[in-house]
């Protein structure tokens, strides 16, 4: 085998293996109106389900890296965190534009 072959080889391999040790992870996800999933990334286990109380609706939710937190807007703008242990939202911030239905956006 040529050494750059090898070299490949073994990058690919080692490259492979840090992938499937850090695919697994616990993940959050949102159902109806604020209902928070917990659940594991490869098998898919739901590990619970909690109500987010300090809200009527929920649109969506973000972890931010940047902090950790977990973040959630409202149907009336409000942007929130939420506490995951707990699941209440506490108020951070309003949006100053809504998003008309139907239109998609990220952040």
Known sequence: MHAHFRLALLAGTALALLTGAA???????????????M?????LAVSGTMDVSGV????GID?????????GVTGDGKVVTIDTASGAATEKST?????????AASV
């Open 95 to 103: 949006l100053s534009e809504f998003l008309t239905d139907g239109v």
């Open 56 to 59: 009527d609706r929920l649109h």
């Open 39 to 43: 659940f594991d990334t490869e098998t």
């Open 23 to 37: 695919a697994a992870a616990p993940a959050i996800g949102l159902t109806g109106d604020k209902t928070l999933v």
């Open 63 to 71: 972890i931010r890296p940047a902090d950790g937190m977990l973040y």
